[in-house]
């Protein structure tokens, strides 16, 4: 059977039990909401205005949201031991990770439009600029911080730490995202012209390709024993 | 077919699970692996299924040496462990879909009524794995196993929780495999079920192999004694 198949059986499983469950996304959800609502008191917009700092808080707040959910991955599966079977099965790691990387991709998704929507709501951004240039932002930088986090995600779990290691491994790795990310959205809310943003959106997939790559090169490494 | 660990150790720290272990399963032959708590049974099995990888020793199949790295060997193997590997907020039939289709199993809905069917749960497909009872969790793990038809069983405690028909719907199943000529290493503490259902017996005590012999030949008074002996004295 191909790897591809089996990858998207495994992302359809988790987009499932995710639903199903529950807790994760909406943890995930109400941190959104309330960062937004939090920022809007913070900000003194009678001296900065809401659209200057709207693409960094966006970011922050994504980073932060997908950093706390990346720890529950792999919780339905460590539930019952239902991991250990889905190792034994002929499905290759690298499936595994892509498969888990677009289950936590596609919620990452959904974090990101609500932080949209609500953080330029609250900081009243009135015109957000071009939706195709956000979405050539987006799409890489989620991808990148949807596959950093499942590969960390998976690899807390071997540690006493558990979810306090998380953001210490990927915060650091996590921010050619975060600058290449904020800099081309506040580009986008300004308005500005896409030659002076195709830049950072090619790095952002860079990173993104080379994540999602290296993720699943290296992810028996923190399934197998 | 023969399956065959060699020299196998595995240690969890500085503490040896299994301490230079042989063990040989033929074809057609079901394997019990009996001893006390901490013997290194589970370790044994996880050894031996490529779940966990020796620190010394080689587990081969036929003369070659297998690994849990290999696809094809996964793909031959069916595991039935402490927990039931289940998927609680999903219902009966899609966990066992979701394996089916993993293990590439031609028309996967049939095969997992039929599974299901084996081991006498067919009424539960519908119904979530978090509303079941601890034995029909079993069932149903019990039946994802057989799902693939695979030729190397490994059975950790695969009768707890089972009421007297399931047991039975299992003992006859295996015995079906063990006609088919599969492997099956079943570790237990049923002495009783051991003796009547296997072809031979090992025992292990804080990790190493104290007896390997026919069942037909062994003494269930001395078998017994390995367990009350207490695993602070193996010798």
């Known amino acids: 059977m191909n790897e591809l198949r089996r990858a998207w059986l495994i992302t359809l499983k988790d987009l499932r039990l995710e639903f199903r469950t529950g807790g994760r996304l909406l943890a995930m959800i109400a941190f959104v909401v309330l ?7 913070a900000l003194d917009q009678s001296q900065v205005a809401g659209r200057d700092v709207a693409a960094a808080l966006i970011w922050l707040v994504i980073l932060f949201a997908s950093t706390a959910g990346a720890g529950r991955i792999f919780d339905a599966e460590e539930e019952e031991g239902a991991f250990r079977h889905l190792l034994l099965t002929p499905v290759s790691r690298p499936a595994i990770f892509l498969g888990k990387t677009a289950a936590n991709l596609a919620v990452i998704w959904l974090v990101t439009a609500l932080a949209f929507i609500s953080l330029t709501a609250f ?8 939706p195709a ?5 987006f799409l890489p930088g989620t991808i990148g911080l949807a596959a950093t986090g499942t590969f960390f995600g998976r690899m807390s779990r071997h540690s006493s730490l558990g979810d306090t290691l998380l953001p210490v491994l990927t915060f650091p790795l996590l921010v050619p995202v975060i600058f290449f990310g ?11 012209p896409w030659p002076e943003i195709s830049g950072s959106a090619r790095l952002l997939w860079a990173f993104a390709v080379g994540s999602v790559f290296i993720g699943a090169a290296l992810f028996r490494h923190v399934t197998d024993e | 077919m023969t399956l065959e660990g060699q020299g196998l150790v595995c240690s969890y720290g500085p503490t040896r699970a299994l301490d230079g272990v042989d063990i040989v399963a033929g074809d057609g032959e079901i394997v019990a692996v009996v001893g006390p708590n901490g013997a290194g049974k589970t370790t044994l099995l996880r050894a031996l299924s490529g779940e966990r990888r020796p620190d010394q020793g080689e587990v081969s199949l036929d003369g070659s040496p297998v690994s849990g790295a290999d696809p094809g060997w996964r793909g031959r193997v069916g595991l039935v462990s402490h927990r039931t590997g289940l998927y609680r907020k999903l219902s009966v039939a899609e966990n066992l879909n979701f394996f089916a289709s993993l293990h590439a199993v031609p028309n996967p809905r049939n095969a997992v009524a039929q599974a299901l069917e084996t081991i006498g749960a067919a009424t539960l497909a519908g119904t979530r794995v978090e509303a079941l009872s601890r034995g ?7 039946a994802r196993t057989l799902l693939h038809d695979p030729d190397i069983l490994f059975l950790d405690e695969p009768f707890t929780g089972l009421d007297p028909a399931a047991a039975a719907a299992l003992e006859t199943a295996l015995r079906a495999r063990r006609t088919a000529g599969s492997v099956i290493v079943l570790v237990t503490h049923d002495l009783r079920r051991c003796l009547d259902l296997a072809d031979r017996v090992v025992v292990l005590q804080r990790g190493h192999k104290v007896h390997d012999g026919e069942t037909d030949s062994a003494d269930p008074v001395d078998l017994l004694r390995y367990f ?4 602070a004295d193996p010798s």
Not at chain 1, 123 to 130: F, K
Not at chain 2, 228 to 231: I, L, P, Q, S, V
């Open chain 1, 35 to 41: 960062a937004g609502f939090l920022f809007a008191f």
């Open chain 2, 136 to 142: 029909q969790c079993q069932r149903v793990a019990l």
């Open chain 1, 182 to 192: 904020a800099t081309s959205t506040a580009r986008v809310f300004l308005g500005r």
């Open chain 1, 123 to 130: 900081l009243g951004v009135r015109d957000t600029g071009s």
């Open chain 2, 228 to 231: 009350t002996t207490t695993a």
């Open chain 1, 133 to 137: 240039a956000h979405a050539a932002v």
